[in-house]
Nanobody, 125 residues
Framework: QVQLQASGGGLVQDGGSLTLSCVFS????????MGWFRQAPGKDREFVAA????????EYTESVKGRFTISRDNTKNTVYLQMRSLKPEDTAIYSC??????????????????WGQGTLVTVSS
């Protein structure tokens, strides 16, 4: 069983920054690609960013490219999402997810095997 714990959400002004963290723990010998997804009020959950198991490969949704950076520290079993130049439309519940033993990082939520609880990010205008 893989467990994920996201944190770091909060209230920030338009143009501000936040860094989300996701601590994961799981099965020995397994490796995990990690993703961040978000769900805004009244909308479907959408892909934000993902990073492969060794941190070499990343993917971003178009709307966050150049503003968000995903990274990981496998010595701490933690994935980060640095968010800069935040906009009100970035307001959402952000969730981290783990994809087990897959070579290619995925942008599809149905390919992720484990999910953590969300952390709320609110960007005020």
């Amino acid at each position: 069983q893989v467990q994920l714990q996201a944190s770091g959400g909060g209230l920030v002004q338009d143009g501000g920054s936040l860094t989300l963290s996701c601590v994961f723990s799981g099965r020995t010998g397994s490796w995990y690609n990690m993703g961040w997804f978000r769900q805004a009020p009244g909308k479907d959950r959408e892909f934000v960013a993902a990073i492969n198991w060794n941190g070499i490969s990343t993917e971003y949704t178009e709307s966050v490219k150049g503003r968000f950076t995903i990274s990981r520290d496998n010595t701490k079993n933690t994935v980060y999402l640095q968010m800069r130049s935040l906009k009100p439309e970035d307001t959402a519940i952000y969730s981290c997810a783990a994809e087990v033993n897959n070579v290619d990082v995925s942008v599809r939520e149905d390919e992720y095997d484990y999910w953590g609880q969300g952390t709320l990010v609110t960007v005020s205008s």
